[in-house]
């Protein structure tokens, strides 16, 4: 009987199938990338066989970490420690690849054997056969770049030979490269630090003593177990909570759905309901009904968004550039957990419609002749559209509520997006910079340029002058991203931060700290701040307008170069020219003569950079899977309302209708329905906007920016979700004969 129920409308129960089946997909998918990272990181600590790893206690993710090599001395001379291993882990970009992992391990290491050599030879300090540094190449990045032993890679503007292919068993680790430490470091721009001490002990039962003496003599590192150190990397934190809130809000979506097809099926089976409960059917029965139907449909749905979440991960897998981010296989816990969510989610979107059935009374239930019946309200407003959406009001509500989700969702995060971008053109941008440069290829969050390659463009011909600067992530106080900003302190700069408390930065040792930062650490001036364990005094309070900055500190050049060890390394630099218009002129004679940096407009910096513009796709990849599935929702409210009107549509045609007639009469309560919910839900962004923005957390790190051009893109995109959803369900009435239609029961 159950399966009776769904197969009734069978284009109703295809299109509530594929809104759960994507919003199954996406968990299943992005779980998959958030499994992949962890294992990773799992990896990088158990699989190299070290007790014990000791990394800066206040950096944000282990690839920001920065240890001095002399520490290690110091630990391998600790009692109890059998053997201290080096570690790098950072980002190159290759070929197609702009995030191509690359780890840096002594060839004489005990951490370096986990790579096994399946073909060619290991890892060596003498130069690769003809020419170029020695490098390793993982099987997965070796067939994924097509390359084998013998070849030649470039990692930014450096030459690696291929000496050897290894594999590990984890694809975080078989889709990246080893090459030596000291190479390592110069792609990472941080000679003479490390990412990690990898530390074997003599005897596990002193772990403890050990890792307690280490803490006491570095008290700015932070030293756990191998097994550990997955859970300690905010990283995957952040990973998991984006995966698990993008799933969540696509099965928000799809639950709306599904309640929207359950409550249409209980409505037309009225007098079947109330039949069934003159023959003796109890309420529990009828509940219990209803939720299999709902159960059943999303138990389908999930096997189908299984289906889909396994396709999208083995397309994306075969990419190059997310391949070495993904699991081997997909856990079977993640199909487990897609499944068991879209159960859930029948369940609970049932529940509402199954007791609205149980309560119907028998004899009132029987009498009910359906929306057609000329039960519709009486408006008085002369729009024959609305009276439509209206004889169905909860059906409407429910579709615009899925609607409206969706265009929260695209508006928030356009806002996201467009505040991010701004905040960045605004940062490199200030102070009357024409130009802005950064290392080629590289991650904005990566990024290192000699200082002498600054002091060389700023003797150029056209330009006034160039300046460098440094930015760093630190965890300061209950802050998990306090940015740091280093500058010259009497560069032209630094000058965009008009100090509204205290006094300007002068010297070393000092900082003068944003406002939001301020509030948000309940510091003032004279107070001290501590960053990777170093004193800071507050010398000033600044306001920039731009919440990324506010957020953070600003210290000296050299203390910052400093702090990330990066001693003569600056992050950007900004140029000012004689003539602003011959920025094109000067920008091309940059780039010629220093390829190892790429240098943009300051006005269009966002949209060279990498990383902004991958941000940017995938709010949009974000906000087109809540569309999809709100679209579903709409082409399956429509089609009902078809249905139901089948007869009423037949004696429109008998009247005399045309077909153009009937498509646009159905086509405009589409666009209504769509344009209401799309209304709906940018209220709800603004609303949503605005508190994210009174956050004191979202305030130190970025400000969403509603725009007028993003409310243009929006509604217009409602509008074309309420076309495209109309749009078969219109065809199909416009085509329906008016003899046929007026027998329909």
């Given amino acids: 009987m159950i399966l009776k129920g769904l197969s009734r409308r069978k284009t109703r129960t295809l299109l509530t199938l594929l809104g759960v089946a994507i919003a199954v997909a996406a968990i299943v998918s992005l779980g998959a ?33 920065a240890v001095e090599e002399e520490v290690g001395e110091r630990l391998a001379g600790l009692p109890g420690v059998k053997e201290v291993d080096r570690m790098v882990y950072t980002l190159a970009a290759t070929e197609d690849v702009p995030y191509f992992i690359v780890f840096g391990y002594d060839p004489d290491g005990f ?31 070796a067939d994924d770049l097509d390359k084998q032993v013998g070849d030649t890679i470039r990692l930014y503007e450096t030459t690696f030979r291929i000496v050897g292919i290894y594999e590990t068993g984890t694809p975080f680790e078989d889709g990246a490269a080893v090459v030596t430490v000291e190479d390592a470091q110069r792609l990472s721009g941080h000679p003479h630090q490390v990412n990690a001490f990898l530390i074997k002990l003599r005897d596990l039962g002193e772990l403890d003593r050990v890792r307690e003496r280490i803490e006491r003599l570095f008290p700015d590192l932070t030293v756990t177990r191998s097994s550990d150190f997955a859970e300690n990397q905010e990283t995957l934190a952040y990973t998991r909570a984006f995966s698990w809130a993008v799933s969540f809000l696509a099965v928000l979506i799809g639950g709306v759905g599904v309640m929207n097809t359950m409550l249409m099926s209980v409505f037309e089976r009225t007098r079947e309901f109330g039949t069934l409960r003159a023959v003796g059917w109890n309420r529990m029965r009828v509940l219990g009904l209803v939720l299999g139907e709902s159960t059943l449909l999303n138990g389908l749905g999930g096997v189908l968004g299984v289906g889909l979440g396994i396709a999208a991960f083995k397309a994306v897998s075969r ?50 002749e359906g929306s057609a019946g000329g039960r519709a309200p009486r408006v008085r407003v002369g729009a024959a559209v609305l009276r439509n959406l209206l004889r169905q009001p909860t059906r409407s509500a429910l ?8 265009i929260t969702t695209m508006v928030g995060m356009g806002a996201l997006a467009d505040g991010m971008i701004a905040e960045i053109e605004r940062f490199v941008g200030g102070a009357n910079v024409h130009l802005v440069g950064m290392q080629a290829d590289a991650s904005i969050d990566l990024s290192t340029i000699d200082e002498r390659i600054v002091r060389r463009i700023a003797a150029l011909p056209g330009v006034k002058d160039a300046e460098g600067f440094l930015t760093g992530y630190a965890t300061v106080g209950d802050l998990p991203f306090f940015v740091v900003f280093g500058y010259p302190p009497r560069g032209y700069g630094i ?9 300007p930065l002068t010297a070393n ?44 500190g600003v210290i000296s050049l050299r203390d910052a170069q400093n702090l990330f060890g990066q001693p003569h390394k600056v992050s950007f630099f900004s140029v000012r020219l004689e003539d602003p218009e011959a920025a094109q002129a000067v920008k091309a004679s940059i780039e010629s003569r220093f390829p190892e940096v790429m240098v943009s407009e300051s006005t269009k910096f966002a949209e060279n950079v990498t990383d902004l513009q991958l941000t940017k796709a995938s709010t949009w ?22 249905y139901e009107r089948t007869r009423e549509i037949g004696v429109l045609r008998a009247l005399g209708w045309r077909r153009s007639r009937i498509l646009g009469m159905i086509l405009r309560e589409s666009l209504v ?15 949503l906007i605005f508190l994210m923005n009174q956050n004191p957390t979202v305030a130190g790190f970025v400000k969403m920016r509603f725009s007028l051009d993003l409310l243009v893109q929006t509604l217009l995109t409602a509008f074309v979700l309420g076309g495209l959803g109309g749009i078969y369900p219109a065809w199909r009435a416009s085509r329906l004969q008016p003899v046929e239609a007026l027998r329909y029961e």
């Fill in 319 to 368: 990419s190059p550039a997310v391949s070495g981010f993904l699991p081997d296989t997909l856990p079977p816990a993640l199909i487990v957990q897609g499944l068991g969510v879209a159960l859930a989610v029948g369940l609970i979107s049932g529940i509402y419609p199954a007791w609205w059935a149980s309560r119907l009374p028998p004899a009132e239930a029987m009498r009910y």
């Fill in 495 to 503: 000058q965009d931060f008009t100090v509204v408390e205290g006094e």
């Fill in 399 to 406: 579709t615009m509520l899925g609607i409206g989700i969706a």
């Fill in 111 to 141: 951490a370096v054997r986990r790579f096994r050599i399946v073909e060619g030879e290991g890892l060596s300090t003498r130069s690769a056969p003809h020419g170029g540094r020695p490098l390793l190449l993982g099987r997965a990045a």
């Fill in 509 to 552: 040792g000092q900082i003068i700290l944003g406002r939001v930062a301020a509030e948000n650490l309940n510091k003032r001036v004279g107070e001290t701040i501590r960053i990777f364990d170093r004193p800071f005094r507050i010398v000033g309070i600044y306001e920039t307008g731009v919440p990324l900055q506010d957020g953070g």
């Fill in 33 to 65: 990338l958030a499994e992949g990272l962890t294992i990773g990181y799992e990896a990088l600590g158990t699989g190299s066989g070290a007790d014990l790893l000791v990394a800066d206690a206040d950096a944000v993710d282990i690839v920001f970490s």
């Fill in 621 to 642: 990849a974000i906000a087109l899977l809540a569309l999809v599935i709100g679209g579903a929702g709409m082409m399956n409210t429509m089609g009902m309302s078809v």
């Fill in 673 to 687: 329905l769509s344009l209401l919910g799309g209304v709906g839900g940018v209220v709800a962004a603004l609303v």
